[in-house]
């Protein structure tokens, strides 16, 4: 019997299924597109894994695979169906939620923000036809997007109001107005251990680690350690989309 054999097989099977994030990503990816999938959805379910990818190096790779050094591509449009289906589940914490929201806003925008870059000259190696494809892509799948307005945090809110700005409807536009207005009014706060749990928290745990050491080292007037926590505003449960 190969008494070595057994404590090498879980780290095998890690090695084997890749970095945590990678392994939630592609569980999304297999329950909401079941069809053929996106070229990129091969670093998902490939069987060759990097054996040095940690959370950081896959995402940094899988993002760039999609939107490649913030440029649009022949293929860019069929990877953000990719990006829209992460940020539709809640199995994606909300850090990643907001990163993917974020990729689609600037592959909508790559036009706009490269000429205003470059103005008065021209975007050079522009690829017209493949931005519009992004643009389009993203356009058609904002509406989608909205409807998680209510149970979004508000960093994930903000990145949403984004895309409403992009692609204003009759209905959206007016209906964001109000809810921007809450950002005012808002002040940033780190979860407590009681929320660190909750996929909804818009704080990464390093950020939250850093923060609360931060606070600890920082007294209050009154001596005692500020509560803080990722708080949702207080607003009706309509969705923005549907306003």
Do not use: K
């Not at 099977?13 to 990503?25: K, S, T, Y």
């Not at 053929?36 to 993002?63: C, G, K, T, V």
């Not at 806003?105 to 000429?115: K, N, S």
């Not at 522009?126 to 993203?138: I, Q, W």
């Amino acid at each position: 019997m190969d008494t070595h054999a057994d404590p090498e097989q879980p780290r095998h099977d890690a090695i084997a299924a890749g970095p945590p994030i990678r392994q939630i990503f592609r569980d999304v990816i297999a329950d909401r597109l079941p069809g053929p999938r996106p070229p990129q959805a091969a670093m998902l379910f490939s069987a060759e894994i990097d054996p040095y990818w940690d959370d950081r190096s896959f995402l940094a790779d899988f993002y760039n695979d999609i939107l490649h050094q913030d440029t649009c591509q022949p293929a860019t449009a069929d990877g953000l169906v990719l990006l829209a289906a992460l940020a539709l589940d809640d199995r994606i914490p909300a850090q990643h939620r907001f990163r993917a929201i974020d990729l689609l806003f600037r592959a909508a925008t790559v036009a706009e923000r490269h000429l205003a870059e470059t103005w008065p000259a021209t975007p050079p190696h522009a690829d017209l036809d493949s931005e519009a494809r992004a643009r389009s892509t993203v356009q058609d799948r904002t509406p989608d997007l909205l409807t998680r307005w209510s149970a979004e945090c508000p960093a994930v809110r903000l990145a949403l109001a984004g895309l409403a700005v992009v692609f204003p409807t009759d209905r959206t536009l007016p209906a964001l107005t109000p809810r921007l207005q809450t950002f005012t009014h808002h002040t940033p706060r780190a979860p407590t251990s009681a929320t660190t749990s909750d996929s909804s928290s818009c704080w990464p745990p390093r950020t939250r680690t850093e923060f609360s050491r931060s606070q600890r080292n920082s007294p209050t007037p009154t001596g005692r350690e500020p509560r803080v926590e990722c708080q949702h505003e207080h607003e009706p449960s309509t969705s923005l989309a549907r306003c």
